[in-house]
């Protein structure tokens, strides 16, 4: 009778990955200061700092790219005009009109033809002059322009470096992106301190534990339940990598959505070597299930998306601070050795 009830116990969890675990008020919380040991913080952004971009930065997500207009960021102190060629593949040039130097942006885009809007000048692949001179890479979820140094010892790709992701067909993304006074670095190492994670985000997460055995400067793996308000929460195990300099990836390795990603991606604005240092962060989520609830998801995506954007946007009002804190007192300490 008790092996019969134990197998029915462990049948339920595995049907059913919510949790009861009560949310700790924060008069009980566990502070997290002991394990984010800032040598072992900069040590792994040290790591991740050595990882080639190839030249590659993200410019945003995908759908902010349409068929028939063009679009501009900014991407490490350059105007960038992003458009679609006739078979819809992204193309990526300079921001400005070689004719007089207008803004590209919001411009008719005709079988792959950017129609500047203060007198209709062409530009794109085969105009003269050709205006697509930047490589460009849609990968489906985000839009990539390679335009930032090539580390030494590395070579300009054809494509950026790419973290595995879950089947399109089979799962569901979301893209958000905000900038904040900061330069990158800022933003990786604020997600390379996962310890912060259920004390600085408490409505989000909790019961956190790096596991140091499987863990290294290239990659951590930790526990984390994901709160579902005070009561309930669903456990998952998750590794945190870095593909490249700029990019860090949370992917779930154990629990309910077994390979969903997070994607954490920083561009920055400004020039390098620029002061103060303008960086956007873009958060791609694509998540996956194999549960039958998922596939409902899925036909309600447009609203699900909602959510996920509006619950990474409040982390990040959170983090953003603290990339940018980050960033002042580093700024500080160096105006103080200069001075």
Same mark, same amino acid.
């Given at each position: /009778?008790?092996?019969?009830?134990?197998?029915?116990?462990?049948?339920?969890?595995?049907?059913?990955?919510?949790?009861?675990?009560?949310?700790?008020?924060?008069?009980?919380?566990?502070?997290?200061?002991?394990?984010?040991?800032?040598?072992?913080?900069?040590?792994?952004?040290?790591?991740?700092?050595?990882?080639?971009?190839?030249?590659?930065?993200?410019?945003?997500?995908?759908?902010?790219?349409?068929?028939?207009?063009?679009?501009?960021?900014?991407?490490?102190?350059?105007?960038?005009?992003?458009?679609?060629?006739?078979?819809?593949?992204?193309?990526?040039?300079?921001?400005?009109?070689?004719?007089?130097?207008?803004?590209?942006?919001?411009?008719?885009?005709?079988?792959?033809?950017?129609?500047?809007?203060?007198?209709?000048?062409?530009?794109?692949?085969?105009?003269?002059?050709?205006?697509?001179?930047?490589?460009?890479?849609?990968?489906?979820?985000?839009?990539?322009?390679?335009?930032?140094?090539?580390?030494?010892?590395?070579?300009?790709?054809?494509?950026?470096?790419?973290?595995?992701?879950?089947?399109?067909?089979?799962?569901?993304?979301?893209?958000?992106?905000?900038?904040?006074?900061?330069?990158?670095?800022?933003?990786?190492?604020?997600?390379?301190?996962?310890?912060?994670?259920?004390?600085?985000?408490?409505?989000?997460?909790?019961?956190?534990?790096?596991?140091?055995?499987?863990?290294?400067?290239?990659?951590?793996?930790?526990?984390?339940?994901?709160?579902?308000?005070?009561?309930?929460?669903?456990?998952?195990?998750?590794?945190?990598?870095?593909?490249?300099?700029?990019?860090?990836?949370?992917?779930?390795?154990?629990?309910?959505?077994?390979?969903?990603?997070?994607?954490?991606?920083?561009?920055?604005?400004?020039?390098?070597?620029?002061?103060?240092?303008?960086?956007?962060?873009?958060?791609?989520?694509?998540?996956?299930?194999?549960?039958?609830?998922?596939?409902?998801?899925?036909?309600?995506?447009?609203?699900?998306?909602?959510? /996920?954007?509006?619950?990474?946007?409040?982390?990040?009002?959170?983090?953003?601070?603290?990339?940018?804190?980050?960033?002042?007192?580093?700024?500080?300490?160096?105006?103080?050795?200069?001075?």
């Amino acid at each position: /009778m008790l092996r019969v009830d134990r197998s029915w116990r462990e049948d339920v969890r595995r049907r059913i990955p919510v949790r009861y675990l009560p949310q700790t008020t924060p008069a009980h919380l566990r502070g997290t200061w002991r394990q984010a040991k800032p040598a072992r913080i900069e040590q792994a952004l040290a790591a991740a700092l050595r990882r080639p971009t190839h030249g590659w930065l993200v410019a945003g997500a995908s759908t902010e790219v349409p068929a028939t207009r063009s679009v501009m960021r900014t991407v490490a102190g350059r105007e960038v005009a992003l458009w679609r060629d006739a078979d819809g593949s992204l193309l990526a040039g300079p921001g400005a009109c070689p004719h007089l130097g207008a803004r590209l942006h919001d411009c008719d885009v005709v079988d792959g033809t950017v129609l500047c809007r203060w007198h209709g000048m062409p530009l794109g692949r085969d105009t003269d002059p050709p205006w697509n001179t930047y490589a460009a890479h849609d990968d489906g979820v985000l839009v990539w322009v390679r335009l930032g140094p090539v580390e030494e010892g590395a070579d300009p790709t054809d494509r950026p470096v790419l973290a595995m992701r879950p089947r399109p067909e089979g799962s569901i993304a979301s893209v958000i992106s905000l900038a904040a006074t900061c330069e990158p670095r800022d933003i990786m190492a604020n997600r390379l301190d996962p310890w912060h994670g259920a004390w600085l985000h408490p409505y989000a997460f909790s019961d956190l534990r790096v596991d140091d055995d499987a863990s290294s400067d290239d990659r951590l793996v930790l526990d984390v339940a994901y709160r579902l308000g005070r009561t309930f929460a669903v456990p998952v195990r998750a590794e945190f990598t870095c593909p490249d300099s700029h990019t860090i990836v949370m992917t779930i390795t154990d629990g309910e959505g077994v390979g969903s990603v997070v994607e954490t991606h920083a561009t920055p604005l400004t020039a390098p070597g620029a002061h103060p240092a303008r960086t956007v962060m873009t958060e791609a989520v694509v998540a996956t299930s194999d549960r039958g609830g998922f596939a409902v998801a899925r036909r309600m995506a447009r609203l699900v998306r909602v959510g /996920m954007r509006a619950s990474a946007t409040q982390l990040w009002a959170d983090d953003l601070e603290y990339a940018a804190r980050r960033y002042e007192m580093r700024r500080r300490d160096a105006g103080t050795l200069e001075g």
